[in-house]
């Protein structure tokens, strides 16, 4: 079975921190750019972070720069988001895909098309 998993979300504070976790499972992710995304409800789908394969290249909406942080661990088979400073507009349905790299190693996906694997997502509700 080939999927990815994602874990950590919750309910947080304002002002609070939360450590978003994708797992791949079935398959390794050293030669996949990942991105993170999320939804809230009534709008749609956009792009918060994204990592290259290696890890050499990154990008964060501009909502989030400065106060979330990507991170990927190969060995692990995991891919990271920190994320600090929570605002009640990061509610929302977080969501992690896979896109298969047979080249760059600076490749980021950013508008999530085209992904070859999308986790079912992971709730995080930031709200006092």
């Known amino acids: 079975q080939l999927q990815l998993v994602e874990s950590g979300g919750g309910l947080v504070q304002p002002g609070g921190s939360l450590r978003l976790s994708c797992a791949a499972s079935g398959f390794t992710l050293d030669t996949y750019a990942i991105g993170w995304f999320r939804q809230a409800p009534g709008k749609e789908r956009e792009g918060v972070s994204c990592i290259s394969k290696t890890g050499a290249s990154t990008n964060y909406a501009d909502s989030v720069k400065g106060r979330f942080t990507i991170s990927r661990d190969n060995a692990k088979n995991t891919v990271y988001l920190q994320m600090n400073s929570l605002k009640p507009e990061d509610t929302a349905v977080y969501y992690c895909?896979?896109?298969?790299?047979?080249?760059?190693?600076?490749?980021?996906?950013?508008?999530?098309?085209?992904?070859?694997?999308w986790g079912k997502g992971t709730l995080v509700t930031v709200s006092s």
């Open positions: 895909a896979a896109d298969k790299v047979y080249g760059s190693s600076r490749y980021c996906p950013w508008t999530g098309n085209g992904m070859d694997y």
